[in-house]
């Protein structure tokens, strides 16, 4: 099997055209500048995709660990208040019942943007 001649070239340097004419020093320097600001703002970007992604793995972490937080405070105050209509005499279908209908409407209330979104985030219009 033969290899063509473009593939026996060495990869690691250019030849000159054909016509003999070597480049000009203005596009000899161009080329060196277009390469130097492609190589610039790759490394603008790289630095900038790295940083985007610390920082959104930053901000979900703090919104699991706030919403856990968040979560077993409400378990805890649930329970507290359970307890205390319980003491307070209140048979314990009725404790159950009011703590579990005070947590309904908690979760109702933070829901409500999403629920019912104001007006206008409506795209009939």
């Given at each position: 099997?033969?290899r063509?001649?473009s ?5 690691g ?6 016509n ?5 020093i203005?596009?000899?320097l ?6 130097l600001?492609?190589?610039?703002a ?5 630095s900038g ?5 610390n920082?959104t ?5 703090l919104g ?7 979560t ?13 209509l319980?003491?307070?005499?209140c048979?314990?279908?009725?404790a159950y019942?009011?703590?579990g ?5 908690a979760?109702?209330?933070m829901?409500?943007s999403?629920?019912a ?5 409506d795209?009939g219009?």
């Amino acid at each position: 099997m033969m290899r063509s001649r473009s593939s026996r070239r060495s990869h690691g340097r250019e030849e000159a055209p054909e016509n003999g004419e070597a480049p000009t020093i203005l596009e000899a320097l161009f080329d060196s500048f277009t390469d130097l600001v492609a190589r610039s703002a790759l490394i603008r970007l790289r630095s900038g995709t790295r940083r985007l992604v610390n920082w959104t793995l930053r901000q979900a972490l703090l919104g699991w660990v706030t919403a856990a937080v968040l979560t077993v405070g409400m378990v805890l105050l649930l329970i507290a208040g359970v307890k205390g209509l319980e003491t307070a005499g209140c048979p314990s279908w009725v404790a159950y019942l009011s703590a579990g209908a005070a947590a309904v409407i908690a979760a109702l209330g933070m829901m409500r943007s999403v629920l019912a979104p104001p007006d206008e985030d409506d795209f009939g219009d």
